[in-house]
């Protein structure tokens, strides 16, 4: 039975992915919980908890290696994040370091001690879940500045994905960063964002996990490493068609402009 790791399991999409891919896809999940205890589950057996991950810690990839020890995973999903908006004059020193660290430091220290204990090895995905925040060619002037740590950790996450995808690719490890929709979530609601909700085309977690997992276990693998993807399209991208042109939107997966 193929696995998948889900890092960041107990909320928004990394909970609706633990469960899509026990009960649509029967895979076995490996799932991380931040705290001592894991939450409930609805499917025990198939769904291997593995407690006390935090990325802000710098021992996460060990930690993470520790708890998987003698398992071997097919894919690797890293959603967690932290997002806290900021304006100009009023930015945020502790947040920033926060929103860094959780997006594109900790990932580096899972994936390479996750490579180290050989838990990930040839033919296996690693999917670093970002934003088209992320994308600086995407940025326009109708949206404005602010929230820089945000899109400036969304930016670094897709560059350690690049970089990562050169030193993995001789392992035969398929590595991108993916915008997963926008979503009606706590993290979105919790920012203001729900009032965007309905305009901006937000998916619930569940539909966004579906064509998430999907796109990554039919669609993604060597050929694709190092790429940005939104598998949704670009219904949900604000600045597409100003930035990009009407006549480049789609429905249905979409490499993204770094």
Same mark, same amino acid.
């Given at each position: 039975?193929?696995? &998948? $790791?889900?890092? !960041?399991?107990?909320?928004? $999409?990394?909970?609706?992915?633990?469960?899509?891919?026990?009960?649509? $896809?029967?895979?076995?999940?490996?799932?991380?919980? /931040? %705290?001592?205890?894991?939450?409930?589950?609805?499917?025990?057996?198939?769904?291997?908890?593995?407690?006390?991950?935090?990325?802000?810690?710098?021992?996460?990839?060990?930690?993470?290696?520790?708890?998987?020890?003698?398992?071997?995973?097919?894919?690797?999903?890293?959603?967690?994040?932290? #997002?806290?908006?900021?304006?100009?004059?009023?930015?945020?020193?502790?947040?920033?370091?926060?929103?860094?660290?959780?997006?594109?430091?900790?990932?580096?220290?899972?994936?390479?001690?996750? &490579?180290?204990?050989?838990?990930? %090895?040839? =033919?296996?995905?690693?999917?670093?879940?970002?934003?088209?925040?992320? %994308?600086?060619?995407?940025?326009?002037?109708?949206?404005?500045? !602010?929230?820089?740590?945000?899109?400036?950790?969304?930016?670094? $996450?897709?560059?350690?994905?690049?970089?990562?995808? #050169?030193?993995?690719?001789?392992?035969?490890?398929?590595?991108?960063?993916?915008?997963?929709? #926008?979503? /009606?979530?706590?993290?979105?609601?919790?920012?203001?964002?729900?009032?965007?909700?309905?305009?901006?085309?937000?998916?619930?977690?569940?539909?966004?996990? /579906?064509?998430?997992?999907?796109?990554?276990?039919?669609? #993604? =693998?060597?050929?694709?490493?190092?790429?940005?993807?939104?598998?949704?399209?670009? /219904?949900?991208?604000?600045?597409?068609?100003?930035?990009? =042109?009407?006549?480049?939107?789609?429905?249905?997966?979409?490499?993204?402009?770094?």
């Amino acid at each position: 039975m193929p696995s &998948v $790791l889900i890092v !960041g399991a107990t909320r928004g $999409l990394g909970k609706a992915l633990t469960s899509y891919y026990v009960d649509t $896809l029967s895979y076995t999940v490996y799932a991380t919980s /931040r %705290s001592h205890a894991p939450p409930e589950s609805p499917a025990p057996d198939q769904i291997s908890w593995i407690t006390d991950i935090d990325l802000s810690k710098p021992s996460v990839g060990q930690d993470l290696a520790t708890g998987l020890k003698g398992k071997s995973v097919n894919t690797v999903i890293i959603t967690a994040g932290y #997002f806290a908006t900021e304006d100009f004059g009023n930015a945020k020193w502790d947040e920033q370091v926060k929103m860094y660290t959780l997006s594109s430091v900790a990932p580096i220290f899972v994936v390479q001690e996750l &490579v180290k204990s050989s838990i990930i %090895s040839k =033919g296996s995905k690693v999917i670093l879940v970002s934003s088209e925040s992320g %994308s600086i060619t995407l940025r326009h002037e109708q949206e404005g500045g !602010g929230n820089y740590g945000h899109h400036g950790s969304k930016a670094a $996450l897709n560059m350690v994905a690049k970089q990562l995808s #050169f030193d993995l690719k001789d392992r035969g490890i398929a590595v991108a960063s993916i915008h997963p929709s #926008f979503m /009606r979530t706590e993290m979105t609601k919790g920012v203001g964002f729900d009032k965007f909700w309905d305009d901006g085309g937000a998916l619930e977690p569940g539909d966004a996990a /579906r064509i998430t997992a999907d796109w990554v276990e039919h669609d #993604f =693998g060597m050929e694709k490493t190092g790429t940005y993807w939104a598998p949704r399209g670009t /219904r949900d991208i604000g600045n597409w068609d100003v930035v990009m =042109g009407k006549d480049k939107a789609k429905e249905g997966a979409v490499e993204l402009p770094w």
